[in-house]
Nanobody, 120 residues
């Protein structure tokens, strides 16, 4: 009933910038928090940034000052602008959406993941 589709990602040199977007669609009543998590090989999935329905944002210490999360409420879309990228930002980035679904109630959905590689 709900689809979460990510776009963006790719290969970028250290110091470069990249943007990700994630759109949720389907039988959505309302969306609470949207966010981005990331997972590097051999490591657990970790939070990068989140944004609530009230536009409150939260960032991992490792990305503060470099990443910016934003949201288009009308389009049910969340964005992640990543600047001053470092090799340690290399990971698969996953979109996470907490929402209320018609007939199902509150649910959490994940996107399929998009690879971000920072390398010269």
């Amino acid at each position: 009933q709900v689809q979460v589709v990510e776009s963006g990602g790719g290969l970028v040199q250290p110091g470069g910038s990249l943007g990700l977007s994630c759109a949720a669609s389907g039988s959505i009543v309302s969306i609470n928090t949207m966010g981005w998590y990331r997972q590097s090989p051999g490591k657990d999935r970790e939070l990068a940034a989140t944004i609530t329905s009230g536009s409150n944002t939260n960032y991992a210490d490792s990305v503060k000052g470099r990443f910016t999360i934003s949201r288009d409420y009308a389009k049910n879309t969340v964005y992640l602008q990543m600047n001053s990228l470092k090799p340690e930002d290399t990971a698969v980035y996953y979109c996470n959406v907490d929402l209320y679904v018609y007939g199902l109630g509150y649910r959490t959905y994940w996107g399929q993941g998009t690879q971000v590689t920072v390398s010269s």
